[in-house]
Structure formats: structure tokens, C-alpha cells
């Protein structure tokens, strides 16, 4: 089900919330006013792998102004191989609430 939802603010905080269909949508477009978040996922390098890089993601949402300082610190990161499904790679990552995992195997070369 889809629907079109309108938020009004008024001075910094939520006034009105209207056209959603659901209890859940409604909260979620307040979510998406006040605190946008969004799953990271990217690719990381690999040392010594059968493949140069392996796809990675949040295990939850992340505040929207902390992607790109995210971004950046994916980039320089390296693990060695081999690589598992669900490997964690990084564990609260700029202090903040979330895994990194991975996404797909690597083998070692």
C-alpha cells in the first residue's frame, strides 16, 4: 500500500501529519522530517582475494549527516580473505549503533 503524506511543521516540530493510511506510516513520515535515516552500503577492499572488493551494508539505518563521514571511513578500510556472508567488519563505527557486514563471500585467491 502506498500513500501520499503531508507533514507540517511549525517551528521546528510537527504539526500536522495527514493523507497516511496507517499508524505506521504516519510515523515514519514524522521519522523522515525529524531524523532521516538511511541503510549504508558500499564495498570495501580485500587483501588477497579472489575479488579486489566485497559489498558491505549497515545492519540498521544510520543518520543521514553521518553517510558521507561513513563513506569515507568504508573507503579506507582493507580485510584479508577469506570474506563470509554476515562477517561483521566493523562494530559502532563513528560511535554509533550499527554493524558493518558483509554482504558476500570472497574467497582467498
Do not use: F, Y
Not at 4 to 24: A, L, M, Q
Not at 34 to 49: A, F, N
Request: proline share 7%; net charge positive.
Amino acid at each position: 500500500m502506498g500513500c501520499t503524506v503531508e507533514v507540517e511543521i511549525e517551528n521546528g516540530k510537527v504539526k500536522e501529519v495527514s493523507g497516511h493510511k496507517c499508524p505506521r506510516g504516519k510515523e515514519w513520515a514524522i521519522e523522515e522530517v525529524i531524523s532521516p535515516k538511511r541503510v549504508v552500503m558500499s564495498v570495501i577492499k580485500v587483501k588477497d582475494g579472489k575479488l579486489p572488493t566485497v559489498s558491505v551494508k549497515t545492519d540498521r539505518p544510520v543518520p543521514k549527516e553521518k553517510i558521507p563521514e561513513l563513506m569515507k571511513l568504508l573507503a579506507k578500510i582493507e580485510v584479508k580473505a577469506p570474506v563470509e556472508v554476515g562477517q561483521v567488519i566493523l562494530e559502532k563505527p563513528l560511535n554509533l549503533d550499527v554493524k558493518v557486514v558483509a554482504t558476500r563471500e570472497v574467497d582467498s585467491a
